[in-house]
């Protein structure tokens, strides 16, 4: 399923805490994701997934601007399940959002593999910047943006430009090297 047809139903005590940290100046802050394997269409009332088999800290966090962000978490380990029902939940515990849908898994982690759910949230319903997300000590880098991927390019074409020269220089100094053994 494509990450951005998954819609998240934000809790009535996730909204109340983004409300909240917001009149503060502060943001709620998201730490961890959560994965179960039931099937439904998630309500604002849930306090809990309805059966959740495992949870992880966020691995990437990216602010699109306009009340959008993105973010993913990697979920390891033996077990192998299917994601029915995801999670978001606050560093309080609070549990700030739900993506199900009745007809169909999200998504699967293998036996004794990894695997990682990003997403993509539109918050505008919400008081603006009052939600960030917080990412945990595996940072999987996969939200590149399109200023990284330039210097990036830059950096790889810079090289290929000093190899070039290298081989130049090396090819020189043993025309030179022939030279002065011819003559030498």
Do not use: W
Request: hydrophobic residues 40%.
């Amino acid at each position: 399923m494509n990450e951005t047809e998954l819609q998240l139903v934000i809790t009535q005590k996730g909204l109340e805490a983004a409300i909240s940290a917001s009149n503060r100046g502060l943001k709620a802050e998201l730490t961890t994701m959560s994965v179960g394997d039931a099937l439904y269409a998630p309500n604002k009332n849930q306090t809990a997934l309805r059966n959740e088999l495992d949870r992880a800290p966020f691995s990437a966090f990216k602010d699109l601007g306009g009340g959008s962000i993105q973010g993913a978490a990697k979920f390891s380990g033996p077990s192998q399940y299917a994601i029915g029902e995801i999670g978001l939940h606050l560093s309080d515990g609070t549990l700030f959002g739900v993506i199900s849908r009745p007809e169909g898994v999200l998504n699967f982690k293998p036996a004794g593999g990894h695997c990682i759910q990003p997403f993509t949230l539109n918050l505008s319903a919400l008081p603006t910047d009052s939600i960030t997300i917080e990412v945990g000590t595996e940072n999987l880098n996969i939200l590149i943006d399109s200023e990284m991927m330039q210097d990036a390019t830059a950096f790889v074409r810079s090289q290929v430009v000093q190899v070039k020269q290298s081989r130049l220089l090396m090819k020189q100094a043993e025309k030179l090297r022939k030279l002065e053994a011819k003559h030498g």
